[in-house]
C-alpha cells in the first residue's frame, strides 16, 4: 500500500512565476491538508480538503489555493511567488477532518524562489 | 489561538543515555498534543498523542510523554536511546477539543552520538 506521494520532489521558480504541487492520499483516505515548512520551522497549516471543498484555512494570503479532485488527489497553487514562499510543503492525508484523526505526511515538495 | 514552544533546538545526547525533549504550549482551551517525528529525507510520522484520560502517553518505540496542565507541559522522554533515534521531533497542540488545526513548534533536533 503506497503511502501519501507528492510531486516534484524539487522545484525552482522565480519571483513572480506560479506553481503547481500535488499530492495523492494514502489509499482510503478522503482528507488532504496542507503544510509549509520554512528552514529552521515547525510546519504551518495552510488548508484542508474534504469533499472537494476547503474546510479550514490557515493564515496563508489568497494567492495560496488549492483543489482537491474526485479521486481525493489535491494541488496546491501559489501565485505571484514570493522569495519568502521557498519551504519545504508537506501534504498530510487522512481518514475524517478531526486533528484526531490521525494525519500521513508525504515526503513532501521542496520550493526554492529565485 | 495555541502556541508551542519547544525549549531546545538540538539535543545531543550519547547511545543508551536518557533524553528529555522539552516543550510547553499555551491555549484557553482543551487542548489534544502530539509528538511528531521527521527522519532525514521523509515525512513526519505521528509519535503519540495525548487526547484524554491519563496523562502518560507511550509510544511503540519506547517514547514516552506526561501531560501536565499545571505546568502546561508535554515532555517527551526516552530512557535509553539509540542511534535510530536520531531525527527531528516536533510537537504540536490542537485547541477547542480538536477542532482547531495543528500548530507545530519549531522542532527539537535529536543527535545519538554513538
Known amino acids: 500500500d503506497a503511502g501519501v506521494t507528492q510531486s516534484p520532489t524539487h522545484l525552482i521558480k522565480t519571483r513572480g512565476q506560479q506553481v503547481t504541487l500535488r499530492c495523492s492520499p494514502k489509499?482510503?483516505?478522503?482528507?488532504v491538508s496542507w503544510y509549509q515548512q520554512a528552514l529552521g520551522q515547525g510546519p504551518q497549516f495552510i488548508f484542508q480538503?474534504?469533499?472537494?471543498?476547503?474546510?479550514q484555512r490557515g493564515n496563508f494570503p489568497d494567492r495560496f489555493s488549492g483543489h482537491q479532485f474526485p479521486n481525493y488527489s489535491s494541488e496546491l497553487n501559489v501565485n505571484a511567488l514570493l522569495l519568502g514562499d521557498s519551504a519545504l510543503y508537506l501534504c498530510?492525508?487522512?481518514?475524517?477532518?478531526?486533528?484526531?484523526?490521525?494525519?500521513?505526511f508525504g515526503p513532501g515538495t521542496r520550493l526554492t524562489v529565485l | 489561538a495555541q502556541s508551542v514552544t519547544q525549549l531546545d533546538s538540538q539535543v545531543p545526547v550519547f547511545e543508551e543515555a536518557p533524553v528529555e525533549l522539552r516543550c510547553n504550549y499555551s491555549?484557553?482551551?482543551?487542548?489534544?498534543l502530539f509528538w511528531y517525528v521527521q527522519y532525514p529525507n521523509q515525512g513526519l510520522q505521528l509519535l503519540l498523542k495525548?487526547?484524554?484520560?491519563?496523562?502518560l502517553v507511550e509510544s511503540i518505540n519506547g517514547f514516552e510523554a506526561e501531560f501536565n496542565k499545571s505546568q502546561t507541559s508535554f515532555h517527551l522522554r526516552k530512557p535509553s536511546v539509540h542511534i535510530s533515534d536520531t531525527a527531528e521531533y516536533f510537537c504540536?497542540?490542537?485547541?477547542?477539543?480538536?477542532?482547531?488545526?495543528?500548530?507545530f513548534g519549531k522542532g527539537t533536533r535529536l543527535s545519538v552520538i554513538a
Open positions: 504540536a497542540v490542537s485547541g477547542d477539543s480538536g477542532n482547531t488545526p495543528l500548530v
Open positions: 498530510a492525508s487522512s481518514l475524517g477532518t478531526r486533528v484526531t484523526d490521525t494525519q500521513y
Open positions: 491555549s484557553s482551551v482543551s487542548v489534544y
Open positions: 495525548y487526547l484524554s484520560g491519563s496523562t
Open positions: 480538503y474534504y469533499e472537494e471543498e476547503e474546510r
Open positions: 489509499s482510503g483516505h478522503d482528507t
